[in-house]
């Protein structure tokens, strides 16, 4: 069973709690007994999940709990505690400092997505602003610096290799000498992996790693083997000092459960995890919001991480010209650059309360997003005139050769320009009408102004101006969430 089957049983287990009538004896055993065949048909540990049912049987004494107590929110909580015991390693993650050279050193068996969740680490890096390289030290694999080299170069990342050199040692200790002296911050090295755990291998892993002296050993775990992770993991930090785990293909039909609660169970904290075979579909793995996200909960702290990055708090200048009702196209422009920056949309879905449980799988968003792109190479040819007029709509439809020659130079048609300018307007609308919504933007502190049944008012207000394929274009609900996020966090807290 997959991760999201799992989350969903779990949540359906729960919310049963809701419909029974007496909260006793019998329906807690039913429910447990609900949740461990869950967690067991996603391979998760017999014993382990053993423990689980006794600590909650223990955590719940029905004797005990005075009357007016809310069972079903105590049992729901000590479920979900414990589900959180079950992941987490208990083990504080590392963390590389700033100002000077980090050295991480990526071991595995081969085809674990080595090579490919270095270089995503490698750019999750970069767009938090770390100087990051790139080291291949496989010499074993052929191919492998071809493979490592098309990556960092998709993501202009500065990488190290050689076609010539046969000894991995070298090429490790050179290619960090060299990012070392550039004064490079995350300098991650890339090393071989053999189909098995063989003398060899570690061999070379323990060489590598003396010549560089990593301060982080990742090593990369394909959830795929389900339950026999743990004594891999083992088998692996017995060798070397692994200080960190990565676990990949969590997308895929791997069953998760097993994987994760394996390599907790060995005590290496899991760093991130990999959803996805593009280069964002990193995770970073912390233990609550993950289970709250599993469960359907939505993993708010996780949504407030990606607005954060965005820094849409320097945003002032939208939200000033939104508050009277004004919208430029580069105003739409730079939505729509949040949007892709923001990741696919199913991320951003699956951490919003109430959109959980399918955040990993991917349909149509790389659709929606390859269209986004499109509209983006539309407005990418118009002129500043264009994008910063208060009403660029007009203009267009004033003075038709405008629109043809926006078409020619982005090569699309006259008519995907003019549909692009009747969405646009379409969203202008919108804007003028949530500028005009009482309260919403009154003075500076907004946060008082609006509370949180207003604000479900105003998602149905939008969702009532929008036309439903524009709302599709835009991401759907997801892309207008990370809008009105931005409302929200303009408002603090208080209008959460
Ligand atoms: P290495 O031999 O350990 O370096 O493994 P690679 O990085 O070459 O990856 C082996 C295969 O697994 C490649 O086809 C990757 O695209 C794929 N892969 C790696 N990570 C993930 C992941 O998180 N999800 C999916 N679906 N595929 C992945
Ligand atoms: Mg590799």
């Given amino acids: 069973m997959v991760l999201a089957d799992l989350g969903r049983k779990i949540n359906s287990a729960l919310r049963s709690l809701s419909n029974a009538v007496v909260i006793n004896e019998e329906v807690l055993q039913e429910l447990l007994k609900e949740i461990c065949k869950a967690l067991l048909e996603a391979d998760v540990n017999i014993k382990l999940v053993k423990r689980l049912r006794e600590n909650i049987k223990k955590c719940i004494d029905f004797d005990e709990m005075a009357t007016g107590l809310n069972k079903r929110r105590i049992i729901q909580s000590t ?20 100002g000077k050279p980090n050295v991480i050193m ?10 490919t969740t270095c270089t995503k680490l490698a750019y999750y ?61 995350i300098i991650i090295v890339d090393t071989s992996g053999r189909h098995k755990q063989e003398e060899s291998l570690f061999e070379e892993m323990l060489q590598v790693s003396n010549a560089v002296d990593p301060d982080n050993i990742i090593y990369v775990m394909d959830a795929s083997i389900g339950q026999a992770c743990e004594s891999q993991a083992q088998a692996f930090k017995s060798k070397v000092d692994i200080a960190s785990v990565i676990v990949t293909k969590l997308d895929g039909h791997a069953k998760g459960g097993g994987a994760l609660s394996a390599v907790a169970a060995t005590c290496s904290p899991i760093i991130f995890i990999g959803t996805g075979e593009h280069i964002d579909d990193l995770e970073q793995f912390k233990t609550k919001p993950f289970v709250s996200k599993l469960l359907g909960m939505g993993d708010i702290e996780g949504l407030m991480d990606k607005v954060t990055e965005l820094k849409l708090d320097e945003n002032e200048g939208l939200i000033d010209k939104l508050k009277h009702g004004q919208f430029t196209l580069r105003d739409m422009y730079e939505q729509f650059q949040n949007i892709m920056k ?9 951490m919003i309360p109430g959109f959980g449980s399918d955040f990993l799988s991917k349909g149509n968003e790389r659709e929606s997003m390859s269209r986004l792109k499109k509209l983006m190479t539309i407005m990418d040819s118009m002129s500043d005139q264009e994008l910063d007029n208060p009403n660029g709509a007009k203009l267009f439809t004033k003075q038709p050769s405008r629109t043809a020659r926006v078409a020619r130079g982005s090569g699309t048609s006259v008519r995907e320009v003019q549909e692009l300018l009747t969405q646009y307007q379409k969203f202008a609308q919108m804007v003028k009408k949530m500028g005009g919504i009482k309260g919403l933007f009154k003075g500076g502190d907004m946060g008082k102004n609006v509370n949180p049944a207003q604000m479900a008012k105003l998602n149905q207000q939008v969702a009532k101006v929008m036309d439903p394929r524009v709302l599709q274009q835009m991401g759907g609900m997801g892309g207008l969430q990370s809008l009105m996020k931005q409302f929200q966090q303009q408002m603090g807290p208080g209008g959460r």
């Fill in 79 to 98: 479920v979900f505690n414990e589900l959180c015991k079950l992941l987490d390693p208990g083990v504080p993650a590392w963390q590389p400092s700033k």
């Fill in 106 to 115: 990526f071991v595995g068996l081969q085809g674990s997505g080595k090579t």
């Fill in 125 to 185: 890096y970069q767009k938090k602003g770390w100087k990051t390289s790139l080291v291949c030290a496989d010499t074993f694999r052929a191919g492998a610096f071809d493979q490592l080299k098309q990556n960092a170069t998709k993501a202009r990342i500065p990488f190290y290799g050689s076609y010539t050199e046969m000894d991995p040692v070298v090429i490790a200790q050179d290619g960090v000498q060299k990012f070392k002296s550039d004064n490079f911050e």
């Fill in 342 to 350: 923001m990741g696919p949309f199913n991320q951003i879905i699956g």
